[in-house]
């Protein structure tokens, strides 16, 4: 019985990478139980003014993999006493087993891992080392489970398969890639057998080593096809399918339950800004994220229908792709289903982690129906057979009766499906013994191809995707080993023992000589320029000593070096040696001119420290001066007190004496006492005046040193925080660098294999901004012909582009060059509106001045976006008197600028003109500003036309009325012009590639007309041909005559069309000769005679009638 159920949904977090940890990344999640937390990021919510109230999903299961954790001897993570770390096995145990229990009672179900590139989605399911994830865990459990069954009645079948969707092409991983289908295999799906993939292979296995030798098999194809051919593995989603039978036999009758177990591993799942093709073109060109955002909207659709939210009868778009097709019965169909989501805990991946854990909390209101799968083999053996038959009707009947070129496709499909079905009967009817028999026997012969000598020096595949690297070994035998381009699975003897399909890769590319154990690499001419070891080009025709760990890079493939008396290639990439960051660095660093030298980077750093050093001396001798001035406050105080007691006790004294001569001198003693008081209290009040001096005098100077002090300390924060800012830039800049420089370079490699005259070269802009800071450093792709830049394309658009050229490079190597010659602008990713007006440069004014009330006419230079000063622009910022005079009368100066709220300010700006415009780019000049507020940017022009030197003459009064605090502050900022400009040489590029643009169309037009000039001739002649076909069935019944004794004879009629003794003169439409009846001076044959005593038959008038003529024909 069916029972609904909804979808299990659990969230893990990593630890920091390398990446994160470089640039101080901060820890944004948290997890309490079941609940995920996400903290908004300061930036962000400041931004927001929504401030730091954190965002909460709860989930059936947060996994903090994030810290608290330790590697065992076997290299196991787990967790530390009182930790909250989950490793492999309890998130196994938490949903693995779930999964595995329900196979058992016959529930098919499916477990699949989300999240962005990176984010720990494959160590969750495949694990790494000694930290095995769910699938080969369950893989194992599955046999253990069996192993430990009593039941003698009850048995176990398990096969598996693999495949991979990757640009909306389903590909069997259990084939080599030279042997699968063009176009990958298809999707189906059939009242008894489900969704089902039409020719997917199947292993039969009977231990975890056969189906762990499986999916290396797969993965083992898997890394051809990303290292060997035109794929990348973080755009593929892989699933491996576990098909598992239990048969049981009870009093003579068999029974069985089937489960499916799907294990998907999804592609990255990063946002449409970073990977997705945002604004370009020609995003819908490219299938890559097809699957994605499918697989998001059918979730959404689940969703809102789970919740009630979807309109009635609303349908879920299962067939916008494969991958959603695939997964229809784990989506809201007959399955039960588990989705780990796993996310990155760093704020710099705040957008990315949000919108996992918003795809997640949609995913958990899904409700699917499971139900057990009990169906009897025999009776689905029947069904199939009938329907099977079924279709064989249809199309045999659908053939004789001549189908239309509409039913044709239909047709097609209808014999795909018998195709189908007759392989499921096949499958069906063979016995489990056979299976494993034909599985273990192509195991050993893939092995056997595998099989490579390690004991030699070898190299071994570097990928970005840690499970895919080394997989594919290439052993150098003592003598020569050539590499060069063609399949690596090709048994061609002729052909290289190092074969990479890779543009770049020469038919003959390098040679690799081992000599008593000593490997040296050379390569000549072309070649050379694109083999690498460790980031260095080699010499042309130089050997290059290879050494244990070396980077070696041919094309877009990097490999490692291994030396076996040395090590293994798992204990360079253990350690940290080796990894395809690092490769991938040196190969940027040695395209990069200007990049960062080891003795710069140890200079910044040490320039980092000093920084630090600077600061914290500092805030330290801040602090000293401060307890000095309060020591020194208190030993005054102590001083003073000490003078004012002395004070009083001589005072005290000389009053006690008086007091003893009061008798004999009163009257004097009174007004010597009275003078001695007063003196006593003038002298009090000066100790007092003089210490109060003292000691403002010195809270002043404890004051000025402690500002002094302070503005240091700010001083050394501040350096020390710019100078962590640009370290900062400096690493996103590489990041960025890291992404497009090697698909610049795969890019130039693909369009020269394409032989297209274009050229791609990387770039890199600075942002200049009001503030007089540098913004962020963006990095583009110039497409650039013959020298000349026609325009730029982001990151995004640049990998969607390298996408659709791949996909070109493939097809040409389908088909041929001419195929993709004359391609229309549309689907051409080399094409793009060129760029005519370029940014010459940008100059910056400040408007400090004006809050000064004072004049600022300067020369400001105009910087490029590389940085580089391109022109000089002549620039006046003036304030206006009250009176409108320029210049501001002393008398209307103010002290501070606070006095000029709420006041009316006039600014005239005036641009006269800009010298020294690079040649190249002074083509009808124009300048563009921003002004405080305004939502338009202001705009002024020179005369059109080439001129290094234009003169603009603007001048445009600015008023403020009133002044705000929000004015004054702009007034601190800086006026930025930005300087535009023409390339004619861009412009003459265009023209030009419009001309060929319209030349190709209209060979494509040609061609088309032909083709369908072509195509009517042939269904005119086919017509026609139909048409003498029809009239030679009708004609033996028009001319049907009944001799004398009644009975009807059907002879040949010499003139009749068709006829053997026709004679020639006329020509049928279809343009073959057609012979007439009887020929203007002929006379009326003789007819054949039928037989002895046959008397002649003249037809009556009208019986034959031939163009309106009443002919005499007659016949025996």
Not at 491 to 508: F, K, N, R, S, T
Not at 965 to 988: H, I, M, N, P, T
């Amino acid at each position: 019985m069916a029972e609904e159920v909804s979808v299990q949904v659990g969230v893990r977090i990593r630890p920091f990478n390398d990446r994160e940890k470089a640039l101080n990344a901060q820890l944004c999640v948290d997890v309490e139980g079941p609940t995920t937390i996400l903290q908004n990021p300061p930036e962000l919510a400041e931004e927001s003014g929504k401030g730091k109230e954190p965002k909460k999903f709860t989930f059936d299961a947060s996994f903090w993999s994030h810290d608290g954790f330790e590697n065992d001897e076997r290299g196991y993570s787990r967790a530390l006493p009182g930790s909250k770390y989950a490793d492999q096995m309890h998130v196994f145990e938490t949903f693995g087993k779930k999964i595995l229990d329900n196979a058992w009672e016959g529930y098919h179900c499916t477990l699949f891992a989300y999240g962005q590139t990176g984010a720990g989605k494959s160590y969750s399911m495949v694990g790494y080392g000694a930290n095995k994830g769910i699938v080969p865990i369950s893989c194992e459990e599955i046999f253990k489970r069996i192993q430990a069954n009593t039941d003698a009645g009850l048995s176990f079948e398990v096969m598996v398969s693999m495949v991979e969707i990757y640009n909306e092409q389903v590909q069997d991983l259990l084939v080599r890639p030279k042997d699968r289908p063009k176009k990958g295999l298809d999707i189906r799906e059939h009242n008894e057998l489900g969704i089902y993939i039409v020719g997917v292979s199947k292993r039969a296995v009977d231990s975890y080593p056969a189906i762990e030798a499986v999916v290396d098999e797969g993965t083992h194809n898997r890394t051809v096809g990303s290292t060997l051919m035109n794929a990348t593995s973080s755009r593929a989603h892989t699933v491996l399918t576990i098909e598992f039978k239990q048969i049981s036999q009870v009093g003579g009758q068999s029974g069985q339950k089937l489960a499916l177990i799907n294990l998907v591993d999804l592609a990255g799942s990063e946002k449409a800004g970073q990977t997705g093709a945002s604004g370009d073109r020609l995003k819908e060109g490219c299938a890559i994220n097809k699957s994605l955002s499918a697989l998001g909207n059918v979730i959404e659709k689940l969703a809102d229908k789970a919740t009630g939210k979807a309109k009635p009868g609303a349908i879920i778009p299962y067939r916008d792709s494969k991958l959603t097709r695939l997964l229809q019965n784990a989506l809201g169909g007959s399955s039960k289903t588990v989705m780990i989501c796993a996310i990155s805990p760093a704020s710099s991946n705040y957008e990315e982690t949000l919108s996992t854990l918003r795809y997640a909390d949609r995913a958990k209101r899904i409700k699917n129906t499971a139900a057990i799968n009990e169906n009897p083999q025999d009776k689905l053996i029947r069904q199939l057979r009938e329907e099977n038959e079924k279709l064989r009707k249809m199309v045999g009947t659908g053939s004789a009766a001549g189908p239309d070129e509409g039913s044709q496709e239909e047709m097609a499909a209808k014999a795909a499906e018998i195709a189908a079905l007759e392989q499921a009967l096949q499958e069906m009817q063979q016995s489990f013994a056979e299976r494993l028999s034909a599985a273990q026997k192509q195991a050993q012969a893939s092995k056997k191809k595998a099989s490579a000598d390690l004991k030699q020096p070898h190299i071994a595949n570097l990928n970005e995707d840690l499970l895919l690297t080394a997989k594919l070994k290439f052993p150098f035998k003592e003598g020569m080993t050539r590499v060069g381009r063609g399949s690596s699975e090709d048994q061609d003897e002729q052909g290289p023992e190092v074969a990479l399909q890779v543009p770049g890769i020469l038919q003959e590319h390098a040679v690799v000589e081992n000599k008593d154990g000593v490997c040296s690499l050379t390569a000549k001419g072309e070649a050379a320029l694109t083999t690498l070891v460790n980031g260095t080009a080699v010499q042309d025709g130089v050997p290059a000593t290879l050494n244990h760990g070396d980077r070696v890079a041919f094309g877009q493939c990097i490999f490692i070096f291994v030396e076996p008396s040395k090590g293994k290639v798992a204990d360079l990439i253990n350690s940290g040696q080796v990894s395809y960051a690092l490769a991938r660095k040196e190969l940027q660093q040695g395209d990069v001119s200007g990049g960062p030298t080891e003795e710069e980077i140890k200079a910044s750093r040490e320039m980092a420290e000093e920084l630090e050093r600077k600061a914290r001396e500092a805030e330290e001798a801040k602090e000293r001066a401060k307890a000095e001035a309060e020591e020194l406050l208190k030993k005054r105080e102590e001083e003073f007190k000490q003078q004012m007691e002395i004070k009083q006790k001589q005072w005290q004294e000389e009053i006690e004496q008086r007091k003893a001569a009061e008798d004999s001198e009163q009257l004097a003693a009174t007004a010597a006492a009275a003078e001695q008081a007063r003196i006593h209290a003038e002298e009090v009040t000066r100790l007092q005046k003089e210490f109060e001096e003292r000691q403002k005098k010195q809270e002043e100077m404890a004051q000025q040193k402690i500002e002094e002090l302070e503005r240091k300390a700010k001083k050394a924060a501040a350096e020390e925080e710019g100078h962590r800012q640009h370290e900062l830039a400096m690493q996103k800049l590489e990041e960025q660098l890291m992404t497009v420089m090697p698909l610049v370079k795969e890019a130039n490699l693909i369009i020269a294999e394409l032989q297209r005259p274009h050229r791609l070269e990387t770039k890199m802009h600075c942002e200049l901004t009001a503030e007089g800071k540098h913004g962020a450093v963006n990095v583009a792709a110039a497409v650039m012909l013959n020298g000349t830049r026609l325009f730029e394309w982001n990151p995004e658009t640049l990998e969607n582009r390298v996408f659709i050229l791949r996909e070109l490079l493939q097809r040409a190597e389908e088909e041929s060059l001419e195929a993709i010659k004359d391609l229309p602008q549309e689907e051409d990713p080399l094409w793009d509106p060129i760029q005519v007006e370029r940014l010459i440069g940008v100059s910056q004014v400040l408007l400090e001045g004006v809050l000064l009330q004072v004049e600022n006419k300067v020369d400001a230079r105009i910087l490029s976006s590389e940085g580089q000063a391109v022109g000089t622009m002549k620039v006046e910022i003036i304030p206006i008197a009250k009176d409108g005079s320029l210049g501001i009368p002393d008398e209307e100066v103010v002290d501070e600028p606070e006095e000029l709220l709420g006041t009316t300010m006039k600014i005239l700006v005036h641009v006269p003109k800009a010298v020294d415009l690079p040649e190249a780019l002074a083509n009808d000049v124009r300048v563009e500003f921003n002004y405080f507020i305004d939502e338009k940017p202001h705009h002024f022009e020179a005369e059109p036309g080439h001129n290094c030197f234009p003169e603009f003459n603007y001048k445009e009064t600015f008023i403020q009325d009133p002044v705000t605090s929000r004015f004054l502050e702009y007034l601190q900022s800086k006026l930025v012009f930005r300087v535009y400009g023409k390339d004619l040489g861009a412009a003459d590029a265009a023209k030009e590639m419009m001309r060929v643009a319209e030349d190709a169309k209209k060979r494509r037009e040609g061609d088309a007309r032909k083709k369908a000039e072509e195509q009517a001739v042939a269904a005119a002649a086919k017509a026609a041909a139909k048409k003498v076909e029809d009239q030679e069935e009708r004609t033996p019944a028009s001319v049907e005559a009944t001799d004398v004794t009644g009975q009807q004879n059907l002879p040949e009629l010499p003139g009749a069309i068709g006829s053997s003794e026709a004679e020639p003169g006329l020509r049928s439409a279809a343009g073959a000769d057609v012979a007439s009846p009887m020929s203007p001076d002929s006379t009326p044959a003789k007819p054949a005679s039928s037989g002895a005593g046959d008397e002649a038959a003249t037809f009556p008038p009208d019986a034959h009638d031939d163009g309106g003529k009443k002919c005499g024909c007659t016949i025996a």
